[in-house]
């Protein structure tokens, strides 16, 4: 018999998101989409790995269905603006990418207008209404259509990032705040945190 991993339901998705939306549903059947391909079941730690290229409703699903979180280290945010999804288990060495094919816009094309009527100063009910129409529209379609319809899948090979580390921290020599000793900068001889480091430039 296959072997399966057991999927939370979108609803404990939608209870920590807070509403329903496309964004919230690709992130759900894209962590859907890898813990099967993966054969992985939810992280309790570091096992299981998600490097997510966008900050978008998408990750809130994921970080519920994976149980790959930012502060447990095995949430990695790169800020390219892609909907697209790597994730890997430490436990097999296997990793698969996820990339959505095509833009919400592109299956509905009313989306952006309805979208930017609902939320204009002069919206009306009607204007909302017909929002909340198309966007679940969309997010039904999301939900229920052919995975290799939504999304591209394919398994790939990557170096695995170490596990996350706990640093020490350090005072910060002009606001006295505590800093992580590996985000801390020298200034003048002293140590200093982001925010309060003076950048050198030239230009």
């Known amino acids: 018999m296959e072997k399966t991993a057991e999927i939370i339901p979108f609803s404990e998705v939608t209870k920590f998101h807070g509403h329903v939306c496309p964004g919230s549903a690709i992130g759900y059947r894209v962590a859907e989409i890898a813990i099967k391909n993966l054969i992985s079941p939810r992280a309790v730690d570091e096992e299981l790995l998600a490097v997510v290229e966008n900050d978008s409703c998408s990750v809130d699903a994921i970080q519920v269905v994976t149980g790959c979180t930012m502060g447990k280290g095995n949430l990695i945010f790169k800020d390219y603006g892609k909907q697209a999804y790597t994730f890997m288990n430490r436990k097999t060495g296997e990793t698969v990418r996820i990339a959505l094919k095509e833009s919400i816009e592109t299956w509905n094309p009313e989306f ?3 979208r ?31 995975a290799e319809e939504l999304f591209q899948v394919e398994k790939v090979e990557m170096e ?11 005072e910060c020599a002009k606001c006295g705040e505590m800093v992580a000793e590996h985000r801390a900068r ?6 200093v945190c982001i925010p309060c480091f003076s950048e050198y430039s030239r230009n």
């Open 112 to 114: 952006a207008a309805a």
């Open 116 to 146: 930017q009527k609902a939320f204009s100063e002069g919206a009306t009910p009607q204007d909302k209404k017909e929002f909340e129409r198309i966007k679940n529209e969309i997010t039904d379609k999301i939900l229920t259509a052919p």
């Open 160 to 170: 695995f990032p170490e596990e996350a580390r706990i640093f020490n921290s350090v």
């Open 186 to 191: 020298i200034e003048n001889g002293v140590i």
